[in-house]
């Protein structure tokens, strides 16, 4: 098969400007054929991208992004192949975006605090049915003329230590990795080199990590070299992606690149039968659930603690 390989994109069910139809046709003009679409807390683009994917021969890899907090910066999983279809796979998002929605409200609040009056409505208005998050804030802040770009109201207020930044109530890394196992799933470290914490990677593997997200736009030629040599040590996948968000987004990166080789997706479904095959589905209940938090009750949503906060 010949086309590029995008394991790291997002459409209007999230963050991204095209809705799962455009992003697809984006991807077959960018001779993309294999692209994995990882809304944050969402997968209600996949049967979209699914059936226009179809038409231009393209192969979506279902995936999400699931965002978490540590302290003084972020970690982002990305999971994917997950089972994604489970009713309380769908549960468990429906409360983190429902969280989502919360951390808008107090998001707008300390803005307003710090003079600049916003209210959850206009943002809501932005992301519509989507899965709200900072870039809506930050577009109502640019309509109500506080800022001129997603980029300044991230630099200026929200970014992870940023002013109107408030932390979310949901979910551990190490929380993060094991529902995405849990869901079936291959677990990935998205873009490490923008959390700056490569120290939790050893915590991640003991959680289940399975991949590390290698090549992407942000990243140095050194750090694509250490992420790999990570990967191989470990037994890890080394992924890549654009993380294209559209246009107008505050992120310029292009659908598809950088490159990422062929064999790096073929790792991931090899990765993915490999757990699936050594998987218990999540609608049993087993004595080593205890640590890992499983469901108690068939077909349940894992509980999900909050983090320890002052
Ligand atoms: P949230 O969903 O609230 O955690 O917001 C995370 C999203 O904000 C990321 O997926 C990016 O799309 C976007 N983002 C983060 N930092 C920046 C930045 N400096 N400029 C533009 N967008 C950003
Ligand atoms: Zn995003
Ligand atoms: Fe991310
Ligand atoms: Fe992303």
């Known amino acids: 098969m010949s086309g590029g390989v995008d394991l790291h994109s997002h459409t209007t069910a999230s963050d991204g400007a095209l809705a799962p139809r455009e992003l697809v046709r984006l991807a077959a003009r960018h001779r993309v054929r294999v692209l994995a679409v990882t809304d944050h807390d969402s997968t209600d683009g996949l ?17 999400l992004e699931i965002n978490c907090d540590v302290p003084g910066s972020e970690i982002h999983v990305l999971g994917y192949y997950v089972d ?31 003079g600049l009056p916003l209210t959850a409505e206009e943002v809501f208005a932005i992301c519509k049915e989507g899965s709200p998050g900072r870039p809506h804030v930050a577009q109502a802040m640019i309509k109500r003329g506080y800022v001129k770009s997603v980029r300044e109201a991230f630099d200026r207020w ?59 736009p942000e990243h140095s030629a050194a750090q694509i070299q250490a992420y790999r040599q990570t990967c191989r040590r470990l037994g890890l996948v080394a992924t890549g992606g654009s993380d294209y968000h ?12 950088p490159h990422v080789p062929l064999e790096v997706w073929e790792d991931l479904k090899r990765k993915a039968h490999e757990l699936k095959s050594t998987h218990e589905p999540a609608n049993r209940t087993r004595q080593s659930d205890e640590h890992t938090r499983g469901p108690r009750e068939p077909d349940s949503p894992p509980p999900i603690t909050g983090y320890p906060r002052p």
Do not use: C, K, M
Not at 48 to 63: D, K, N, S, Y
Not at 169 to 197: N, S
Not at 246 to 257: C, F, I, K, M, Q
């Open 158 to 216: 929200l970014h992870a230590n940023g002013p109107a930044n408030v932390p979310r109530r949901r979910l551990t890394p190490v929380e993060a990795v094991a529902v995405i196992r849990r869901a079936g799933g291959v677990p990935v470290f998205a873009h490490p080199g923008l959390a700056d914490r490569d120290a939790i990677i050893p915590e991640l593997v003991e959680a289940g990590l399975a991949g590390i997200e290698t090549f992407y």
């Open 47 to 63: 049967p979209e991208a699914l059936q226009e994917a179809t038409v231009h021969g393209i192969e979506i890899v279902p995936g």
């Open 246 to 257: 559209g246009p107008h987004t505050g992120r310029a990166t292009t659908l598809g690149s």
């Open 84 to 114: 994604w279809r489970a009713e309380w796979f769908q549960d468990f998002l429906r409360a983190q975006r429902a969280e989502r929605a919360a951390r808008v409200h107090r998001i707008v609040e300390r803005l307003t605090e710090l």
